[in-house]
């Protein structure tokens, strides 16, 4: 199976509870049968919960549940006891089979009500003899609103169960769906039962009864009608029941036109009204029936409250919505933010970054620009345990190239000239968070320096201030350049690289994703339409193939920017691109910038001799020494000290003097006067 992230629309909604487990996911699906045949195979699955009777949706949950999984027995079941369950539909063998009851005690459902998942790939049989011939199995709990356990969920299999993520996040979104469906049935029959009573006491009281006249003054009040309305068995005659009508505009609608069919010897049925009561002003709801006196001279008023039938109406309706959106997490299992796509590069990019987000290991992202560097590091940050902490971005190639500094690690006042006060850096911002610095080759290598320290000792000191300030910061950094050239051409720290590469991650161009481009094409469509004042219904075919072919040097920020200008000079409900605003296809000749090929760090190369000084100077080690050598003749030759050459290079003293040993470098004789 195919893994797929996908986008539903806001508006997806359905006329029943079952309805509403698939609206959204069809939708999305149909529009992108032809895409993949895994997908219309997907869409078939649902579209048969789709096509089942709401008496018939677990049953065919269980019997979908097995085909995804690929798996010989799925059921849904009820908790009835403590540790008794009762199916309420159960697939086995391929066949559909009825309720059954039973107890979990001696099988992995005994977990599964205790509130946890349980997944068994193989040897369920050697822990658990009573279940026979069963190797695998697969469940989870189905909760109530409150947390408490209600049912569950699970599929087994005499064989192993080899599951990939994806069919384990499907399994995962269906059982919430279950249990959804579950709540909403509990509170159904809650409805229900309230409903029956209302029912009984509306035929064989005590229901409200009032006498009232053509003005709404009471006549006579039963005592339910006293106690529903919150009045005083002394202050019912002449009290004007129209005046607990609740101050809104769709209340006082409802009794103009009830008293309005009144006066013309109608008789108002079943009318809901909102009321406020005289007692405490607490709204209630009644259903209100009335029939007027033949003479003309009072009316005889029913009603019952039904403040709770509304109240579980609202509720219902609230689980009903809640089910469109984990129909909507089925089809966004692998939607990481605003990224979109499918294709077998991005998804091993997504399957990065779920691993790397729950560590705190510095992550370093290659691409070109407009490939959504920013995404997968804010995906990264939303995935970790630093998710409600700040997510700080840096462009390192957007700050004058004199306050990145001051921008990175603050200042204080007076530090230089326009430092009229004392200024937070983004460390500090990002304290307990993630720092974002994008174009990370583009920083200065003084500031490199620092930057190491922050990695490495987790301080720094603002500019202008000699005192330390700790952080607890995850770095995340990408680029677009070639680090291994800018290494090389020592404009970038060889030191600094090895800390921020702990994890590297490669996003493809657009070029590359080819498969996702109908889908981003689709989104962006769904975006910017309302913005511009469009509504587009389909996308021209050969607009389609084209936008696939074309290379996309500008990437996914060019496909966006098209898309709107298209968009603005559309004039139907169809997406047509004429190929002079594509632009003619050609060869796109930059290589994806992949982690350099870089030599051992020098602390574990073998240690060379004075000799080793003579390299060529186009060598790393050559200019390494350069650079070296440059900084102890500018500090005089003074290495330890805050004005040392060791601070200034970014390393402690005696890894200095180590260098200094390793490329044959000493300080020079002065010469006698």
């Given at each position: ?45 649902v ?16 019997h ?6 690929n ?16 199916t ?44 026979g ?23 087994l ?32 029959r ?21 006498h009232?006249d053509?003005e ?57 009204l ?22 003309g ?12 039938r509304?109240?579980l109406?609202?509720e219902?309706?609230?689980?009903l919505a ?9 089809k ?8 979109t ?10 399957d ?7 560590t ?13 560097k920013?995404?997968?590091a ?82 720094f ?27 090389r ?6 030191d ?27 989104y ?39 898309i ?86 970014g ?9 200094m ?13």
């Amino acid at each position: 199976m195919s893994k797929r992230g996908h986008r539903l629309p806001e508006d997806a909604e359905s006329d029943s509870a079952h309805d509403s487990v698939v609206a959204g996911i069809l939708m999305t699906l149909e529009s992108m049968r032809s895409d993949s045949e895994e997908i219309a195979a997907l869409a078939a699955l649902v579209d048969g919960i789709a096509r089942a009777a709401p008496n018939d949706f677990f049953p065919t949950l269980a019997h979908k549940v097995a085909e995804v999984l690929n798996v010989r027995q799925a059921a849904v079941s009820e908790v009835i006891a403590r540790d008794r369950i009762r199916t309420l539909g159960f697939w086995s063998h391929g066949k559909r089979f009825e309720s059954v009851e039973r107890t979990v005690l001696g099988t992995p459902g005994e977990t599964v009500l205790k509130g946890e998942f349980c997944h068994l790939p193989q040897g369920v049989a050697a822990h658990y003899p009573g279940l026979g011939a069963v190797d695998s199995y697969i469940g989870m709990p189905l909760k109530s609103h409150d947390g408490s356990i209600i049912g569950s969920i699970c599929a087994l299999d005499p064989e192993p169960m080899s599951l990939t993520p994806v069919q384990i996040l499907l399994f995962e979104a269906f059982g919430a769906s279950a249990a959804a469906e579950l709540r909403r049935l509990h509170l159904e029959r809650i409805a229900t039962e309230a409903e029956e009573c209302f029912h009984d006491l509306f035929n064989e009281a005590p229901i409200a009864y009032v006498h009232e006249d053509l003005e709404t003054r009471f006549i006579h009040a039963n005592k339910a009608a006293i106690r529903i309305l919150g009045v005083k068995p002394e202050e019912v005659h002449g009290f004007v029941g129209a005046s607990l009508v609740a101050d809104t505009a769709e209340a006082k609608r409802r009794i103009e036109e009830a008293l309005a069919s009144i006066a013309v010897g109608q008789e108002p049925q079943g009318v809901v009204l909102e009321l406020k009561r005289h007692n405490d002003g607490k709204h209630i709801y009644i259903q209100w029936w009335s029939r007027p006196d033949p003479g003309g001279r009072y009316t005889r008023t029913m009603f019952v409250d039904i403040t709770a039938r509304v109240l579980l109406e609202r509720e219902q309706a609230r689980l009903l919505a809640e089910n469109v959106y984990l129909q909507e997490e089925i089809k966004s299992v692998h939607n990481f933010e605003e990224i979109t796509g499918a294709s077998d590069g991005l998804m091993r990019v997504l399957d990065d970054v779920q691993r790397v987000a729950r560590t705190d290991a510095a992550v370093l992202i290659y691409g070109e620009t407009g490939t959504g560097k920013e995404l997968i590091a804010r995906a990264i940050h939303s995935r970790s345990r630093r998710a409600d902490k700040p997510f700080i971005k840096v462009n390192c190639a957007a700050l004058p190239a004199g306050l990145v500094e001051s921008e990175l690690f603050g200042h204080e006042r007076g530090a230089f000239s326009g430092a009229i006060q004392r200024r937070i850096g983004r460390f500090e911002l990002a304290h307990h968070g993630t720092i974002f610095l994008d174009e990370i080759g583009e920083m200065p290598l003084d500031v490199q320096v620092k930057l190491l320290r922050v990695l490495q000792e987790h301080e720094f000191e603002r500019v202008g201030s000699s005192q330390t300030t700790k952080v607890d910061v995850r770095i995340i950094a990408a680029t677009n350049r070639d680090l291994g050239r800018s290494i090389r051409e020592s404009t970038f720290r060889e030191d600094l690289y090895y800390r921020l590469s702990v994890f590297p991650i490669t996003v493809p161009p657009l070029r590359e994703r080819s498969p996702d481009i109908p889908l981003l094409v689709k989104y962006f469509a769904q975006k910017y339409g309302p913005i511009v004042g469009r509504r587009i219904e389909r996308i021209d075919g050969a607009t389609m193939r084209r936008l696939v072919e074309y290379p996309w040097p500008g990437n996914i920020r060019e496909l966006e920017n098209l898309i709107e200008r298209a968009l603005i000079l559309t004039d139907s409900d169809v997406l047509h691109i004429a190929p002079e605003i594509l632009g003619p296809v050609r060869s796109v000749i930059r290589a994806l910038p992949q982690p350099p090929v870089l030599p051992p760090p020098s602390s574990e190369r073998s240690t060379r001799t004075t000799d080793s000084a003579r390299l060529d100077d186009t060598s790393l080690a050559a200019v390494q020494r350069a650079h070296v050598l440059r900084v102890l003749e500018t500090t005089d030759w003074v290495i330890e000290g805050e004005q040392g050459a060791a601070v200034r290079l970014g390393m402690k003293p005696a890894t200095l003097r180590f260098r200094m040993k390793k490329f044959g470098i000493s300080r020079p004789r002065k010469r006698a006067s």
